[in-house]
């Protein structure tokens, strides 16, 4: 991002996101630097989304720059997976615990088939888990796309 300024007063940059100072540990540890109105994040995290303005500051005045919205994506990876053991003909949950950004489409697979809701498979929390009546091998697989 950058914000230019044709001044000849001296002039202080101030970055905000979401309308709060930038971390300080960031700052100190060089992952983010500003210089003559061009802000720099280095190595970005799903944290640094979020809406950012400059403020200009000089002796005749001050500014606020619209907001700049950064979106940080994440591709899908699994966290964990959460397994039960269950007696024959019991009800057993299984969960996917995924993060990404935006939301990926989870697909639940047994035998290479996808599952799909029946009195035999329910899915709750969005697909995140799924409950079967039956332990049988389960396969999860998930996208990228965009989650529905």
């Known amino acids: 991002m950058s914000f230019q300024t044709s001044s000849d007063f001296p002039t202080v940059w101030d970055w905000r996101k979401d309308g709060k100072p930038l971390l300080e540990e ?80 989870i697909t639940w697979k047994f035998k290479g088939k996808n599952i799909s809701p029946s009195e035999k498979y329910e899915f709750i929390d969005s697909a995140y888990t799924l409950r079967l009546k039956t332990s049988n091998l389960i396969m999860l697989v998930f996208t990228n796309a965009p989650y529905q």
């Open 26 to 105: 960031d700052i100190a540890a060089d992952r983010i630097t500003s210089n003559a109105g061009l802000l720099l994040i280095k190595s970005a995290t799903r944290a640094d989304t979020g809406n950012y303005t400059c403020i200009l500051i000089n002796s005749a005045g001050n500014i606020t720059s619209n907001r700049s919205e950064v979106i940080v994506q994440e591709a899908p990876r699994i966290l964990g997976v959460l397994s039960a053991d269950v007696s024959r003909d019991g009800i057993a949950n299984l969960g996917c615990v995924v993060s990404s950004f935006p939301p990926c489409n």
